[in-house]
């Protein structure tokens, strides 16, 4: 009798061990097709004009992937994109300005790509929020974030693979405290907090549908001569290769000169040297602050001089809330001078195969006196406000999308 329990018993243990044996490899089976699809159900190329689009289901259990429209195109459709009809959102997704007004003038305009939708700026993501936005417009875009050289000290972001809290004060740069004002400072890569922050938010964008990055003043937050941004860049690529979407990664370098570097980048972004009159100052460093190689430069990256240094260069009318300052010129100009003015820029960099981002929400001086959007210090085209400018930049987009 004990030994036809025994046998039992053991028959049983048997059954448990395979049953539990084909749950896990079920659970790994899923695991790994949700890691290769994360992105769900995606249109055939011959549904889409060989583009894949991201189908959005509310009903789906997972909320890894949880963006409306997320387009994802390649990595060449992308800076197609950026190259011909590529326009500066600042902060859309961060909820700056209207956001029903920016998200319907986004949907009705000739844009491909918003560039730093999601604003960083003393503050972390909301992808949340960002995803809430981005059913305002409606259709597919490709959306590109900011990661800011100014975090505040006293935020909150959770570190998902130890479920804690990030230590805000952990990431900055030595005596770069209250730099930004107070509690604030400069994040700096040589800290193991910040570069695991940077990786949690890049994961976190990527699955919220933004497949463009950008550090801003990336020699602030990184050192030339002992960088982490290899790693940094290399450990976004394959999560995004994990996800099976391909991304661009930028950063503002203004004047650092190392070949190897820049390249390390998609692409390097920054001002044109945009003049009063209108005209653009041809050098490779503003003559605002530069004088016969003396003083501080200001790279205008178009220029040779780093432009064949670096796989692709992205400018615009820069801004940093001044009067004075590239955006603050143009809006001070007549509504004809503007449009001259995008013309002219238009024509000029994309023929050289560079991209020029139109501006469709950007910051302005409130004391600025030229034209503006909802309010006073924000920019907008929208021809329900001053400066009526959108009609002009579609209609360039219109034509330069025809001629690529």
Known sequence: MAYHIQKKHLFLLAILVLAVFVVVADMLRIDQEVRKEVLAEWQSPEDSGGEKIFRYD???????LHAPYPSSPSKEQMLSYIKTAGCVADGFLSGYGDEEEIGALLARSECEYAHRAVETWREPPDFEEAVRIMKLVGRPMVYGMFIAEAIDTKDDYTYGTESRDFSFKKMCKAGSENYWGEHTCVPHTSRNEYRRYIDQITKDAMESGVRV?????????????????PEIVQSIREYAQFLNVDILVGAQTNDIEDEEYLRLFDFIEGGVGFRADGSIDPGK?????WKNGVGWCWALLAHEHWREKANNVVVHLDWNGNIGDEMNRFASMSREKRAQAMRDLSSYYTSQGISFLFPF??????????????KTRYYSPDNTHECKD????????????KNM
Not at 214 to 228: A, I, L, P, S
Not at 361 to 374: F, I, K, M, V
């Open 58 to 64: 509310e009903n789906r259990s997972s909320n890894r």
């Open 361 to 374: 929400l950007t910051p302005l001086d409130s004391a600025n006196g030229g034209c503006y959007g909802e």
């Open 213 to 229: 990055f950008m550090f801003g003043q990336v020699f602030m937050q990184d050192d030339v001569n002992e960088t982490h941004m």
């Open 390 to 401: 959108e009609n002009v930049m579609n209609e360039i987009m219109k034509e330069a999308k």
């Open 285 to 289: 460093c503003s003559s605002r602050w």
